[in-house]
């Protein structure tokens, strides 16, 4: 029998002890804790996103500072807008909502923010000290896919873990957490041969893919922890994972669906992220 792995609980269990730690933060030092969000053009899901992010602070407790910038800005104004959030005290942490309009170097903007408010834990000091499983600010969803693992009490430590993907957002980071987790970690790839002999193998499945109901069940062994990053539309323009889920879920100890798996922890990880970078400032 599988167990069904509530990331709307999990997601809210953990924005409460959150806003704990933000309200401890403020009794502590009598400053508020700033997460600064900026959004280049007028991209639909990226305004989705950020009306998301900014719910969630209040929701915790984090003053948000919002920026909306015309899709026609120039790299200088971008670029001008970052340097200043990041030489201000009252902002913790800085989220510039990808993709920006095409004409901006992203790159260029994003190595504008310093490591120590780099709440997206992309930039490649966070990136590096994670390979060195040093403590930093890890990327959130692969940090919310740990996170989950933990408060379900899923054992990491010697257990053959498989992540279909290399993204630097997702599959990387959430390869380099399993393996600083004592994890056995293989990671597979669009060139990767025997897919379904490896993934048949795995104790822990991630899949970070983007393709629709991909991890069939004959590539899961019985008893395997599933856990499905992939937001994708099927056939009839719904959303679903990457795991053809119906037919999977049987073989699983544990599986995330999607929707409300992986994707309600992500801007939960951006707060937790928020405050974790206010309290390393101290
Ligand atoms: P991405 O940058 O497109 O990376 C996809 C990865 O999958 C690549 O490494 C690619 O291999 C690999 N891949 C593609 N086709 C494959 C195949 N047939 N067999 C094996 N591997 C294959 O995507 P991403 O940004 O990591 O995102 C992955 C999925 O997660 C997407 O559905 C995205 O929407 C979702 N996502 C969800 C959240 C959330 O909050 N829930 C957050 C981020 C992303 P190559 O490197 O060889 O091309």
């Excluded at 959150?18 to 900026?38: F, H, N, S, W």
């Excluded at 997702?170 to 597979?188: E, I």
């Excluded at 899949?207 to 056939?235: C, F, H, L, N, P």
Aim: glycine share 10%; hydrophobic share 40%.
């Amino acid at each position: 029998m599988y167990k069904i792995i509530d990331g709307k609980a999990h997601s809210k269990g953990l924005r409460q002890e959150i806003a704990e730690g933000v309200i401890e933060y403020k009794q502590r030092t009598g400053k508020d804790i700033g997460l600064a969000v900026v959004l280049v053009g007028n991209d639909g899901a990226s305004q989705v996103y950020v009306r998301n992010k900014i719910k969630g602070c209040e929701e915790v407790g984090i003053k948000s500072f919002a920026y909306y910038l015309p899709a026609e800005s120039s790299q200088d104004q971008v670029e001008e807008l970052v340097k200043e959030l990041a030489a201000n005290d009252a902002v913790n942490g800085i989220l510039v909502q990808l993709p920006l309009p095409k004409g901006l170097d992203e790159q260029k903007i994003l190595s504008l923010i310093p490591v120590s408010k780099d709440v997206d834990g992309f930039c490649e000091s966070n990136m590096g000290n994670l390979c060195m499983n040093r403590p930093c600010l890890v990327a959130c969803t692969p940090n919310g896919v740990m996170k989950m693992l933990e408060r379900e009490g899923i054992e990491i430590r010697g257990k053959n873990a498989v992540v279909v993907g290399r993204s630097n957002i997702v599959g990387k980071p959430m390869a380099m957490l399993l393996l600083n987790a004592d994890a056995t970690v293989t990671v597979c790839h669009s060139k990767t041969k025997n897919l379904k002999e490896i993934c048949a193998g795995a104790d822990i499945l991630v899949a970070a893919i983007g393709r629709a109901k991909y991890i069939t069940a004959d590539m899961v062994k019985d008893g395997a922890v599933v856990i499905d990053v992939g937001m994708d539309r099927d056939e009839n323009g719904k959303l679903c994972g990457d795991v053809d889920f119906e037919n999977v879920k049987d073989k699983c100890s544990y599986i995330t669906p999607v929707p409300g798996g992986v994707g309600p922890m992500t801007i939960t990880m951006l707060l937790f992220n928020t405050l974790a970078a206010a309290k390393r400032s101290l």
